[in-house]
């Protein structure tokens, strides 16, 4: 401590108090009298003043703040000293002299201010407004080459090549293939996205968001989140342990699919055999597992509910249901009304109320889930080469042998449109997302078309949204996720032949399948589950592979 501070700070030793208090002191009886007189009168109370109190807290801050001060300096002069000489110089240049102060280092920092002339009219707040602001600054030099107008080669790359709309267009400038680009995602969104309009007028709801966003602003904290939109091209997942690995076996698995509501997983074959897993990802536990003598199963699903499984064979017109909750096995040998020796394809409305089956001579028939008896039965022309719900259950798409697909109105049991599928010779499976939104349909010469669930009612030659390219044999399989991000395409004409189709944009993820790995095989069947991200196919070797997307849930 300063010698200044000490002496100041130390407490009057006869008095034992602090220097600001007063002490009463006796008055001297020595100057009590005056020896010519009586003692003058005392002043009145009001006429008095108040001794000055002398300020020794200012003045002892005042002598700390120059005292730390001068240590910053000595310290700051015997860091220099240790520095060498070229770091010394650079110091200068950039910081300037070592003496002056950190205020007038920062004022150098900011830089030189716009001077406002004192008579102009702003007001003062339009003048701090200005003084923000730095002088606009000319570029040093300008590329000429910027300003060619450069040509883009629409030939040699197969997404421009789409885009053009006739031969001469094989280069175009970069303007107008941005405005094509335009084009294009105008007519896959329907129009232009109210959040791209420029000229939109503002409404309540904008000044509300203005409001929200002013609030944000005002405080601190985590705002970082992920995103709840699935990004393309590469897609995050894991390899999981086999949903069957507990009962293995050799026979093609037909079906896949998981519970609707609970973490269970169904496997079915050749092998005459139904099996249930506990899906965990790790050892997937078997549950139960459900024998068909000489029952080779074709297909099998769950019913809306979970409650039952039913189960079709390849050559054989019974039905088999099994009850979850009773454990009973029913056997549904014949459908009054129904006229077809084999059922096999069939299909289960999303609520659980209806059950198609795809019958012979482009009939397929419409049966209650609830007592398995005939509702109506509707016919197409050519073969029945797929069908499906649509995501309230109110409507069949049908795809026939011809390459048509069929919109039919379940309760009327009418048809409300028949469109052509573009470029399609042969039809062979059809999808519909859960939002109501895509239609997807696969043909014999492996292109899938992505159309708008809108426009298929409306148009008879409707134009699709995308069409994947990426499998060179029939798409046998088609199947969208629960979040309608996803479409999932297969054929089971070629190993490795799966794909996973990232929507809306419609382009494939790059990362799957591992094309080293070489353990898919033939694809027949898949499926994603409603709520934890699994994905299972199953293949030709008697394996249900499985996956889980790092999209909807972390590892």
Not at 139 to 158: G, H, L, T, Y
Not at 457 to 462: G, M
Request: with cysteine; hydrophobic share 35%; charged share 30%.
């Amino acid at each position: 401590m300063p010698p200044e501070r000490r002496n100041r700070m130390k407490p009057d030793r006869r008095t034992r108090g602090k220097p600001d208090r007063k002490t009463p002191r006796k008055p001297n009886r020595r100057t009590a009298a005056r020896p010519d007189g009586p003692a003058p009168k005392a002043a009145p109370s009001f006429q008095r003043k108040p001794p000055a109190r002398p300020s020794a807290a200012t003045a002892t801050i005042a002598v700390a703040v120059e005292e730390e001060r001068r240590l910053r300096q000595q310290n700051r002069l015997a860091l220099e000293d240790d520095k060498p000489a070229v770091e010394r110089c650079l110091e200068e240049l950039v910081f300037g002299d070592v003496e002056d102060d950190e205020d007038t280092l920062l004022r150098r920092l900011r830089g030189p201010r716009i001077q406002v002339h004192e008579d102009s009219g702003d007001s003062e707040v339009e003048n701090e407004a200005k003084d923000k602001f730095l002088p606009q600054k000319k570029p040093v030099w300008v590329d000429e080459e910027d300003e060619d107008e450069e040509m883009v080669d629409m030939m040699n790359n197969r997404f421009r090549k789409d885009m053009m709309k006739n031969a001469s267009e094989s280069k175009l400038s970069k303007d107008k293939l941005q405005k094509r680009l335009k084009e294009e995602f105008q007519h896959a969104m329907g129009g232009v996205p109210a959040w791209a309009e420029t000229n939109r007028r503002k409404t309540f709801s904008d000044d509300e968001s203005e409001e929200d966003e002013d609030d944000l602003l005002q405080r601190t904290g985590n705002f970082i989140s992920t995103s709840t939109s699935l990004p393309k091209g590469i897609l995050k997942m894991k390899n999981c342990q086999h949903a069957n690995a507990e009962r293995p076996t050799t026979a093609r698995i037909s079906s896949v699919q998981f519970h609707p509501r609970a973490q269970v997983v169904m496997v079915a074959g050749l092998d005459n055999a139904v099996s249930l897993f506990q899906v965990d990802g790790k050892t997937n536990p078997k549950i139960q597992s459900i024998y068909l003598e000489k029952f080779p199963v074709f297909k099998a699903r769950f019913s809306g509910n979970g409650e039952e499984v039913l189960a079709t064979s390849t050559h054989s017109k019974v039905l088999y249901v099994y009850d979850m909750l009773v454990g009973k096995l029913i056997p549904v040998h014949q459908v009054r009304g129904l006229q077809e020796k084999i059922v096999r394809s069939f299909e289960v409305s999303p609520d659980g109320s209806f059950l198609l089956i795809n019958g012979v001579a482009g009939f397929f028939h419409l049966l209650s889930m609830k007592t398995k008896e005939l509702i109506g039965s509707m016919k197409i022309n050519g073969r029945v080469a797929a069908s499906t719900f649509s995501s309230d259950s109110k409507k069949i798409y049908a795809s026939s042998g011809d390459g048509e697909v069929y919109v039919w109105d379940v309760n009327s049991r009418k048809c409300l449109n028949r469109f052509v599928d573009e470029g399609s010779l042969y039809g062979l499976s059809i999808a519909t997302s859960r939002n109501g939104q895509y239609v997807a349909c696969g043909s014999n010469c492996g292109v899938v078309n992505i159309y708008n669930q809108d426009s298929c009612l409306q148009e008879t030659n409707p134009k699709p949204i995308k069409a994947i390219m990426n499998l060179v044999t029939g798409v046998t399989s088609l199947t969208f996720n629960p979040t309608s991000e996803i479409l999932a395409i297969a054929s089971e004409k070629m190993k490795e032949a799966v794909r996973l189709v990232h929507l809306p944009s419609c382009t494939v993820f790059s990362n799957f399948p591992v094309v080293r790995r070489k353990n898919i095989s033939l694809v027949h069947t898949m499926d994603f589950s409603p709520r934890s991200g699994y994905f299972a196919l199953g293949n030709e070797k008697g394996k249900a592979l499985m996956y889980r997307l790092h999209h909807y849930s972390d590892f």
